[in-house]
């Protein structure tokens, strides 16, 4: 389990890193979170799209690594080099958590109000280059157990 350190002067610490039913380990509410609250940044190394596809060859793994996350048309944050404990929100296909950016940094944000003990999840919406392949859905499967779960962490084809 490893909680998120504060220094003096800090916010309280919101959240823990422990197992998750989800997948692997997930990020967990300490306390009450409130709807709109910025909780953590999303932190690694700035790279081209193209160098993150050379490191996270996804074709060629049956479980894609998903630590890149796309900043804009030229750059993703590769959260698996210097990164921190933002890689552990899970996906869900009913999140209580969303990914926004603000000027070129990622915040992870409350959706809605969030209980201590509630497990901390975004819609990761994955989009793939080129037409939509059926074997894509198992490669990225969901499993985020929400009623509404599409059974994929892709963003569906429009």
């Not at 916010?11 to 422990?18: I, N």
């Not at 996350?69 to 869900?92: M, Q």
Request: aromatic share 8%.
């Amino acid at each position: 389990m490893t909680k998120a350190k504060s220094k003096p002067g800090d916010a309280p610490v919101l959240f823990e890193v422990r197992q998750s039913s989800i997948h692997g380990r997930g990020v967990f509410a300490l306390k009450r979170i409130s709807k709109g609250q910025r909780i953590i940044e999303y932190l690694g190394e700035r790279i081209t799209p193209e160098e993150g596809e050379a490191r996270y060859d996804d074709d060629a793994s049956d479980h894609p690594h998903v630590l890149l996350f796309t900043v804009d048309e030229t750059t993703v944050i590769d959260g698996g080099v210097n990164g921190n404990e933002a890689i552990y929100v899970n996906h869900s296909c009913a999140p209580n958590c969303e990914a926004v950016n603000d000027d070129g940094h990622i915040f992870i944000e409350a959706l809605r109000t969030i209980k201590p003990g509630d497990e901390l999840t975004f819609d990761y919406a994955l989009e793939r280059p080129g037409e939509f392949q059926m074997e894509w859905k198992e490669q990225y499967l969901c499993r985020c157990g929400a009623r509404t779960c599409r059974g994929t962490m892709l963003a569906l084809p429009k």
